[in-house]
């Protein structure tokens, strides 16, 4: 991810429904976080239609419970017209193998109650449920689920 696509990348955070990092939030993160795993998916030539069909937000950060780091992936979102080919399970493969190599030994994220797609992606990569995090999302309201995968 680069600077130049965060117009695109906060257009899809809001078109998605994610949680808010907003332009700034983005920014900073890549400026300024070493272990930040920031990653895009771009169309190719001749057949592009957008500056960006998807993308995650996470990074590599000290384990909060044990000793070592995690990644923790924050948000990730395809286009609805470029969903179920790939793209999502394109982006975790490459976070998961970008947080292996900043040295994490287990990846974290959260995902809400609700959200049966997403849950089907993460379990089909082998993450697997850990907690219920009662209250977690606000507008609308909902539990999360957090679900962990080890590196
Ligand atoms: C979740 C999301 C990123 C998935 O991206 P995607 O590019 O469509 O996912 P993929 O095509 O890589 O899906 C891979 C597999 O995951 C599962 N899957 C993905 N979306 C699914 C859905 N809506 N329903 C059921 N299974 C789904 C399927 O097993 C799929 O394989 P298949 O298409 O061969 O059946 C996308 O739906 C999205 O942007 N949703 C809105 C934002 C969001 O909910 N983000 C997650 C917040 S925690």
Do not use: C
Request: charged share 20%.
């Amino acid at each position: 991810m680069l600077e130049s696509d965060l117009a695109a990348v906060v257009e899809l955070e809001w078109l998605a429904r994610l949680s808010h990092w907003g332009y700034e939030g983005y920014r900073m993160e890549l400026r300024h976080n070493p272990l930040a795993v920031m990653l895009v998916v771009r169309g190719q030539a001749p057949f592009v239609t957008r500056p960006i069909y998807g993308f995650l937000a996470g990074r590599v950060q000290l384990s909060a419970r044990r000793d070592g780091r995690e990644l923790h992936i924050a948000n990730i979102a395809v286009y609805p017209e470029a969903r179920r080919m790939g793209l999502g399970r394109r982006l975790l493969n490459e976070a998961l193998y970008t947080g292996r190599l900043y040295g994490a030994t287990t990846a974290f994220l959260e995902v809400r109650q609700s959200n049966q797609g997403a849950q089907a992606l993460y379990a089909s990569l082998g993450f697997v449920p850990i907690a219920r995090k009662r209250g977690f999302y606000t507008d609308p309201p909902e539990d999360g689920l957090l679900m962990e995968i080890a590196l």
